[in-house]
């Protein structure tokens, strides 16, 4: 189901519930959601007349809105630079020239179309011509790794190279534009005294020492929580810890608001005949609550009866409904006050099991009060009128229902995988084509441009490159008042992997364009044409006793009446299959449907028998023979990933979504009509109306894309074989040239001893070692200093000490110290450094050049391998799990390495987000590291080695060496006797699938080999 959230949160990341929300006081503005379709939402200021603090002028009437948003803009800017808050200096590409007037910084601006304020980026006319020059220099398609940009020789960015050129750019990127602003490149800091979470509201409200100290509030704030939430939900309460629910939290933060709004409203309410004058110190708050919205967002909870039918979703609709009973319940609302508009009695103080959120809220300004307040005696009736008026305004339901929104669509968790600092738009990695063959990029974490410093402030990053064509005046997206001006452009940001209905349910917006966004399809189209809902059939129950088996399904269910609703994206994957190697529940249990349930007739069965050569009957009777088996891999195999699996999922969801389509059309729901009532409910200005159908109508988008789509059984490519000869000529000759430049290499390294040289051997195995002399058994035929191969400490010395490198690599090995799999990681960085960053510069380029590219590791490593081929040809085979193991080991790997920053910042997003790189590095550590001293370590010529099944196992030792200078050497014997010009070969000892799994090649007669 997709929509099973019963609370308000910002992200379907890992973490709910277990993180702690916080506030970013720059975030209210440049995330001013966007509210697409629905017109302009202003921002009103606090009040009419002028603002009195030590930020504002003090006698000026804002009659002018333009006028008065420049006067709210300067006030918060100031107040955040004063309170520690840092804009970071914005250089054209990157490149410091020295000449300050290029140098820009973001800033905040209005956007009505998107509701409010936004990031926005000011380039005045040097800027934009030093934009034109650096355009005019640098090759701006490329992410040219510049010498100045780095005094220590090292890029930080991917460099061009021979068969796996990246670029940084997006889909939009064209020869035109220059990138102003670099992927990473630091936007704004903001410090820990502007960030406000539970934590620091208990250290405001429960410290004794605090002058807002309230003997009161944690017991009646943790009473109500816990009062208030179900027990099964496991509400913990008021609480430091991150085990706070996410909606907790976000009451808690919007009452503290509350109540500094109410001081803000109070001091700023400077009127001749009513002139209250009792506060003499504005809140500390004031310049940011100045740009908080005014207005309800409208988010889900918003919601009434009207558009909850507009939406037309049940789901939604329990979730928006429950939202707002919820936080009726808190703030103390009966059924019979909300029939009254949701007003209670202001003087009215419920003590004990009565007392509610806005009792708290009172007592909070009460408190807040008193320590501001200078006198009251002077003041008139009508002015004490006039306060209390505003105090029932501060603690109304329909003030605390406005922070909640705010605090919930503008917060960011402490665990860093939510914020919303800059208004939305989406970021697809760029596919760039090598060798024919697309890039595989995984999706940049979002902790990655939103990083915590041991201070605790927040640094915000740009998540993507921000191009400039050479002038921007009149174009889309910049505002400028005319040539000669400063021209201004918005900076958008990627929210994460979030749908639609998160979007509407914290933020109140629908995105236009949202490539993670996804439509329900109702589990009952899977079923529909199969069985009669609520009769037995025998195959149906065949069906259940499967999907419990692969645990797909509640273990108690004793019916099957439907499948699980799925979500899906318009590129057909399933929301719910989540992203774990190996795991699919959502397709398992659809492919598992479709061919129990399904007849001979079917064409996409035909299409697998000519493809596979197994028949429908086939296929079916075996599945149904598992399934009798209870045995969980092969009702998998058998069941869910029979040869063809994948494109029967893909065609049972195509044919789904035209059903869902169909009957909607049914009933008159076209997505013509969806259109005309938009179009209506934005003419009338209803915002809540628009974005329910909004939301419809970007669902139905999708249903469209997948149902209209042919029904085609997407089958694999086959593999040849036998090997191109034309291919095989052209690969010798390349490697060819490359092995004369890996000689001259080696001659280099002054190896100690060395009785072998590098051969072409063809037949799969592209390279050996070959015997320069006789060697017999036991006699050494290769010693190698320590500087002769790459470890940890090759990888170390052999770098500037003082570079960014130099301290990833000294972190990454230091934190692996006592491993068994000692220095992978560090290997790995540094591996893929040398490889895709300095590439020709490395000092082992001539060895890196000759491993495996690649194209070449595609073709026959299980790293790379398609779980649909693995299905078809190690069905039942224990080596298909190692396989899927050891794949889903290297992807959260790869996960874990991407969402550190240095790791970014050194390499290049380019670089680290690339699978197939990070792959290739992967594979080449687990195929040829050689080990001694309990270490890894890659060796040049004595890795090309190759595997027999004749001798003792391999072993490579250190040994003391004649020459005093050398010390130890790592030495290595020949296993067996070896005549001068043959290969020599080593018995690498180890059993057949674990060749396979990590070096791609099985041995015959391998008396190593298990079963």
């Known amino acids: 189901m997709k929509k099973k959230s019963t609370t308000i949160s910002t992200t379907s990341s890992v973490g709910g519930s277990q993180s702690m929300r916080l506030i970013l006081f720059l975030a209210i503005v440049v995330i001013a959601h966007v509210h697409i379709g629905i017109g302009s939402l202003a921002v009103v200021a606090a009040a009419d007349d002028a603002i009195d603090n030590e930020y504002l002028p003090t006698t000026q009437t804002i009659d002018d809105e333009i006028a008065k948003n420049d006067i709210l803009k300067e006030a918060f800017l100031k107040w955040f630079i004063d309170n520690g808050g840092i804009f970071h200096p914005i250089k054209v590409r990157g490149v410091d020239d020295g000449n300050t007037e290029t140098a820009v910084n973001v800033t905040i601006q209005p956007f009505p179309d998107f509701g409010g304020w936004g990031l926005a980026l000011p380039l005045p006319p040097p800027t934009l011509a030093a934009a034109d020059a650096t355009a005019a220099a640098v090759d701006i398609g490329s992410n040219e790794c510049l010498p100045d940009d780095n005094p220590n020789g090292q890029c930080t960015t991917a460099t061009a190279s021979n068969d796996n050129t990246d670029r940084s750019s997006s889909k939009s990127q064209s020869s035109h534009t220059t990138a102003i602003i670099k992927r990473l490149d630091p936007l704004f800091t903001v410090p820990s005294s502007l960030i406000l979470s539970v934590n620091s509201i208990l250290d405001t409200y429960t410290i004794e020492s605090s002058p807002y100290y309230l003997s009161s509030y944690y017991s009646n704030v943790n009473n109500i929580l816990l009062r208030s939430y179900p027990t099964q939900q496991h509400a913990v309460g008021l609480s430091r810890h991150n085990s706070m629910g996410l ?4 009451v808690v933060i919007a009452m503290h608001l509350m109540v500094e709004d109410c001081h803000h409203r109070l001091y700023n309410t400077r009127q001749p005949s009513n002139y209250l004058g009792i506060i003499e110190e504005d809140s500390h708050w004031g310049p940011y609550l100045d740009v908080l919205p005014q207005y309800l967002i409208p988010r889900l909870d918003t919601f009434g009866d009207e558009e909850y039918e507009a939406l037309a979703d049940d789901n939604l609709e329990f979730v928006g409904r429950n939202s707002k009973r919820l936080l009726e319940r808190l703030f103390g609302i009966t059924h019979e006050e909300e029939e009254n508009g949701g007003t209670t009695d202001a003087e009215t103080r419920p003590t004990g099991a009565e007392i509610s959120l806005q009792n708290v809220i009172r007592e909070m300004i009460d408190i807040k009060l008193d320590k501001m307040m200078t006198t009251t005696s002077s003041l008139s009736d009508g002015s004490t009128a006039s306060i209390a008026t505003l105090l029932d305004s501060c603690t109304s339901f329909e003030t605390f229902h406005r922070f909640v929104g705010i605090v919930a669509s503008r917060e960011q968790w402490c665990s860093m995988e939510e914020n919303n600092m800059i208004n939305y738009a989406p970021y697809v990695e760029p596919t760039d084509m090598s060798e024919g063959d697309s890039r595989h990029y995984i999706k940049a974490p979002f902790t990655l441009f939103h990083t915590l410093s041991e201070s605790n402030s927040i640094t915000v990053r740009s998540d993507r490159d921000v191009f400039l064509p050479p002038t921007l005046f009149g174009k889309e997206g910049a505002e400028s008042a005319g040539e000669g001006t400063t021209t201004t452009i918005q900076l958008f940001e990627d929210y994460g992997p979030v749908d639609n209905s998160l979007f509407l349910e914290a933020h109140g917006f629908v995105p236009n364009e949202n490539p993670n ?17 609520g009769r037995f059939d025998k195959n149906v129950a065949l069906v259940l006793r499967a999907l419990k088996v692969l645990h797909l399904i509640h273990p108690v269910e004793t019916k099957l009446e439907a499948l699980n609703d799925m979500c899906v994206k318009s590129n057909l994957d399933i929301i719910d299959d989540g992203d774990d190697v190996g795991r699919k529940p959502a397709s398992d249990a659809l492919a598992i449907t479709t061919l129990v349930l399904s007849d001979s007739g079917n064409t996409d069965w035909m299409q697998i028998e000519k493809e596979y050569g197994q028949s429908f009957t086939s296929l079916r009777e075996k599945c149904i023979a598992a399934i009798h088996t209870e045995d969980v891999e092969i009702v998998e195999i058998r069941c869910a990933r029979y040869p063809g699996s994948a494109s029967v ?23 013509t009509a969806l259109r005309i009532q938009l179009q209506q409910a934005e003419l009338l200005g209803r915002n809540q109306l628009s974005l329910a159908l909004r939301f419809r109508l970007e669902e139905r988008k999708i249903l469209n894309r997948i149902g209209t789509a042919e029904d085609v059984l997407d089958f694999p490519p086959q593999k040849s074989v036998e090997p191109k000869n034309d291919r095989d000529v052209e690969n010798d000759d390349t490697l060819e040239n490359k092995l004369i430049a890996f ?24 390279l050996g070692a070959f015997a320069t002399e006789d060697l017999d058994a036991g006699e050494s035929y290769i010693s190698l200093s320590s500087n002769s191969a790459i470890d940890v400490d090759t990888a170390l010395e052999g770098i500037d000490k003082s570079s960014a490198l130099a301290a990833l690599l000294q972190k990454y090995s230091l934190q692996q110290g006592s491993l068994p799999n000692d220095g992978f990681d560090t290997l790995l960085l540094y591996l893929l450094h040398e490889r895709f960053i300095l590439n020709e510069r490395s000092r082992w380029w001539a060895y890196l050049d ?18 649909e081929d693995m299905n078809r040809y190690l069905s039942g085979s224990d080596v298909r799990r190692f396989i899927i193991r050891y794949q889903r080991l290297s992807s959260e790997r790869h996960k874990a390495l991407s969402s550190d920053l240095a790791v970014n910042l050194v390499l290049g997003c380019e670089t680290i987000l ?6 290739w590095a992967t594979a080449i550590l687990d195929s040829r590291s050689i080990w001694w001293n309990g270490k890894r370590h890659l060796v040049p010529l004595l890795d090309l080695v190759n595997a027999d099944v004749v001798g003792s196992a391999h072993e490579t030792r250190l040994e003391d060496s004649d020459n005093i200078v050398e010390g130890k050497v790592a030495v290595t014997r020949a296993s067996r006797y070896v005549k001068k010009g043959d290969q020599v070969f080593e018995n690498y000892a180890q059993p057949n699938y674990q060749l396979f799994t990590y070096h791609g090649f099985l041995l015959d007669k391998n008396r190593s080999d298990c079963a």
């Open 247 to 250: 909606v907790e939290q976000d």
């Open 517 to 533: 966004n996804c439509a329900i399809i109702p589990g009952s189209y899977f079923l529909r044409r199969y069985a009669a809902v």
């Open 649 to 671: 999922v893909t065609n049972a969801l195509r044919t789904a979504a035209r059903r869902v389509i169909a009957s909607l059309e049914e009933q008159g729901d076209t997505e």
């Open 743 to 766: 000689k001259s290499f080696v001659e280099a390294l002054d190896l100690p001893l060395n009785k072998i040289e590098p051969r072409l051997v063809g037949n799969g195995m592209r």
């Open 850 to 867: 000759l491993l495996p590219s690649i194209a070449d590791l595609r073709e026959f490593h299980p790293l790379f391998f398609d779980h």
């Open 914 to 919: 690339d699978r197939d790189k990070v792959y």
